[in-house]
């Protein structure tokens, strides 16, 4: 299949394309003022881009999708405001490099003050953790408009250790996910939080270890192989996740492999791991892992009634 989903819910679609609308008059886009100002939406997302120096003429054009004589006639309103000036370029007298004045810093300045109150309100009005749900869709979203995966927007690297906001991250990662594809909720979020903070004050041992994949600077995937809690000669794997923009890419299996190397190098007997039915995906890799289903049963452990079940990998 190609980069669109053509069996994509037209359910969804239709709620995408009505908070859409929503958003856009909520930014003042249908006039008015827009941005604390006066100017349309155009010219200030082009002082926006100006204000990052180097930018031509021909670079707005293409950064606003406008054509020549759109972002002619917006520069001449800018250049008569007293916000941008135009200067020729060094090596092409025909290249009119764009800055911006002093006057034009002091409205971006304040553009930019507006926005960031505008954002930080909204984002006010959320529970706990729901910025970063924000932040990840509108990213996946942005990318997929443009016509690419958020994947290749940026490389994703699998990086070991404890960094800050890692228990906070991947706890978000596990919450959302699994309240939105599973129902569970308080009790599941509480057991993911509460072990992954008594873990990570245990990674000085060497036995420990935890991996993420990272992507600009994000926490996109988790792992973690926890040498002590079942016994010794057993390692147990917990916390695996990678996110929805990432699924799929090879990366869950690169850092699955990278865990599981560490186990075999620390020598380990077995690797466990814990989980419940309906995971086909994840099975499907655990097994071509080598993992065999060795028992199971109907249990509450997560928050609501699951066939629970645990897996085991056997040292060669």
Not at 35 to 61: F, N
Not at 288 to 304: I, P
Request: proline letters at 2%; charged letters at 25%.
């Amino acid at each position: 299949m190609g980069p669109f989903q053509v069996n994509a819910n037209p359910a969804v679609v239709e709620e995408i394309r009505s908070l859409s609308r929503q958003m856009v008059r909520a930014w003042g886009f249908m006039g008015g003022a827009f941005a604390g100002t006066d100017l349309s939406p155009s010219s200030v997302h082009a002082l926006i881009e100006i204000e990052k120096g180097g930018v031509t003429a021909r670079d707005l054009g293409g950064l606003l999708r406008l054509e020549k004589s759109s972002v002619s006639r917006l520069l001449r309103k800018l250049v008569a405001l007293g916000d941008v000036a135009e200067t020729t370029g060094e090596t092409d007298g025909r290249v009119k490099m764009l800055s911006l004045t002093a006057e034009g810093r002091a409205r971006v300045a304040a553009i930019h003050a507006f926005a960031r109150r505008q954002v930080t309100g909204a984002l006010g009005r959320l529970g706990e953790g729901e910025d970063r749900a924000v932040l990840e869709g509108l990213r996946l979203y942005s990318a997929a408009l443009q016509g690419r995966s958020d994947s290749g927007s940026a490389p994703i690297e699998i990086v070991a250790g404890y960094r800050p906001g890692l228990i906070a991250r991947i706890t978000e990662m596990h919450a959302l996910y699994y309240a939105r594809e599973h129902g569970l909720g308080a009790r599941f979020e509480s057991l993911v939080s509460g072990g992954l903070a008594e873990f990570c004050g245990r990674l000085d041992s060497p036995c420990n270890g935890i991996w993420t994949l990272q992507q600009g600077g994000n926490i996109v995937g988790s792992l973690a192989i926890d040498g002590e809690d079942m016994g010794a000669d057993i390692a147990h794997l917990r916390w695996f996740i990678v996110s929805d923009g990432v699924r799929g890419g090879g990366a869950g299996k690169q850092l699955l492999d990278t865990a599981l190397a560490f186990a075999d190098q620390r020598g380990v007997r077995e690797t466990h791991l814990s989980t419940f039915a309906g995971l086909n995906a994840a099975r499907h890799l655990y097994e071509s892992r080598g993992f065999v289903l060795a028992e199971q049963h109907v249990g509450t452990h997560w928050g609501k009634e699951l066939l629970e079940q645990s897996f085991i990998r056997r040292r060669k």
